[in-house]
Nanobody
Framework: QVQLVESGGGLVQFGESLRLSCVASGLDLNKHTMYWYRQAPGKEREFVASQTYSGGRSTYADSVKGRFAISKDDAKNTVYLQMNTLKPEDTAIYYC?????????WGQGTQVTVSS
């Protein structure tokens, strides 16, 4: 059974940094593109970043480009989202995602709150 578990969220101030982690079990990161999404209160879930299974290509939403970086550690089966220069509009629940056998698999999410 595939399971994704996020961690690393918290309350930070404007301009600070956080690193989110997503530990994958039952899933080979070398065979799946991994995604980060977020959902702010009252808004729909939105794409944040992705990285191909080879690690060769990363894609970012325009709103986080240049501030966030996705990476992975295959040995730890973990995907990271380094978030720098955080803004209040980055406040959301952040979710790790993978598509396995055409089905979306989501973690439980981790809350990120940025105060101004």
């Amino acid at each position: 059974q595939v399971q994704l578990v996020e961690s690393g969220g918290g309350l930070v101030q404007f301009g600070e940094s956080l690193r989110l982690s997503c530990v994958a079990s039952g899933l080979d990161l070398n065979k799946h593109t991994m995604y980060w999404y977020r959902q702010a209160p009252g808004k729909e879930r939105e794409f944040v970043a992705s990285q191909t299974y080879s690690g060769g290509r990363s894609t970012y939403a325009d709103s986080v480009k240049g501030r966030f970086a996705i990476s992975k550690d295959d040995a730890k089966n973990t995907v990271y989202l380094q978030m720098n220069t955080l803004k209040p509009e980055d406040t959301a629940i952040y979710y790790c995602n993978a598509v396995v056998n055409v089905k979306n698999v989501w973690g439980q999410g981790t809350q990120v709150t940025v105060s101004s």
